[in-house]
């Protein structure tokens, strides 16, 4: 599968965005769509999962009660909804392919620049 990331862009804190990853090739019922980010300077993490399947999600403790992950099977596109931006959620956010919240997938998207700023 190859994943193509889209959406970032610059917000102001408290502010809102959808970043959006749409797949080509086939995703697997027991497939699990990722959303990391790295930050300059730091490791990636892991931000959210959704098994494909099922619709399931798991968040990480930083960004649960703010960002929402869902997908479309009709488009092959999973979606990560944030609300409540910070400062600190400045990153690139890259959409990967494989088990849930692992560091190693199958398969990455190019990442996409979310800049949270006044």
């Known amino acids: 599968v190859q994943l193509q990331a889209s959406g970032g862009g610059l917000v102001q804190p408290g502010g809102s965005l959808r970043v959006s990853c749409t797949a080509s090739g086939r995703i697997f019922s027991s497939g699990v769509i990722n959303w990391f980010r790295q930050a300059p300077g730091q490791e990636r993490e892991f931000v959210a999962g959704i098994r494909w399947g099922y619709g399931t999600s798991v968040y990480s403790d930083s960004v649960k009660g703010r960002f929402t992950i869902s997908r479309d099977k009709s488009t092959s596109t999973v979606y990560l909804q944030m609300n409540g931006l910070r400062p600190e959620d400045t990153a690139v956010y890259y959409c990967?392919?494989?088990?849930?919240?692992?560091?190693?997938?199958?398969?990455w998207g190019q990442g996409t620049l979310v800049t949270v700023s006044s």
């Open positions: 990967a392919e494989g088990e849930m919240a692992a560091r190693s997938q199958r398969a």
